[in-house]
């Protein structure tokens, strides 16, 4: 109780004015709120490369083409076209004494990007998986509603223990009106967004 009234305390502010009688009395709430997003689309990159001949292990030279044939069959299996995969530009280069490039494809099909990550071709890899995100105004609009209800409900706590009655907004100060317009391609499947808003009230006896 007496962390609450020092709470309590710390956010009410007092005004008074020179000129008048009365005081104006209000209280300033933090709101929060949040939203997880759930990827809309994966994005799959893949290195096709040659394989270079390895005595000791029994390896036989295998060309890029060849690498990237079996692969093109591979996604045919799995339902995807040649027309679907996309070659990063400037792709071609040496590494390590090996040929290779660079392609991506993509899909909102969880079990097609299940198939895609356990292709097990001598020559392919997968290289890296980003999750592709969609930004929509509506959620960032009742983020900012809902942060402005956690606030109502706060005061009306603390108005209730201190006798006094939560009145009219007096203003709303928006902390977080674009927290939601970063939401771009990232390495997880799901993106946790907090809003938060500052509302100051109006305190009535």
């Known amino acids: 109780m007496k962390r609450l009234f020092s709470l309590v305390f710390l956010n009410i502010f007092f005004f008074s004015l020179s000129y008048a009688q009365s005081t104006e009395r209000f209280i300033r709430i933090v709101g929060n709120a949040s939203h997880t997003f759930d990827s809309k689309a994966t994005v799959l990159n893949f290195t096709v ?12 030279y295998k060309p890029i083409d060849q690498t990237y044939t079996e692969f093109v069959t591979e996604i045919n299996k799995i339902g995807f076209t040649e027309g679907q995969l996309e070659r990063a530009a400037g792709n071609i280069s040496k590494y390590a004494k090996t040929i290779s490039r660079s392609y991506s494809i993509e899909t909102s099909d969880q079990s097609k990007m299940d198939a895609l990550a356990t292709i097990n071709i001598p020559g392919v890899q997968l290289s890296k998986v980003n ?11 009742k983020l900012a509603l809902s942060a402005i209800d956690d606030a109502k409900r706060k005061g009306a706590n603390i108005c209730s223990e201190i006798d006094m009655k939560l009145g009219k907004i007096l203003n709303i100060e928006d902390t977080s009106g674009d927290c939601c317009s970063d939401v771009i391609d990232s390495k997880e499947p799901t993106l946790k967004k907090s809003y938060k808003v500052k509302v100051t009230f109006e305190l009535i006896d």
């Open 49 to 60: 490369s040659e394989v270079a001949p390895n005595e000791y292990k029994q390896v036989r």
């Open 131 to 141: 999750y592709k995100y969609q930004f929509d105004d509506d959620v960032a609009q």
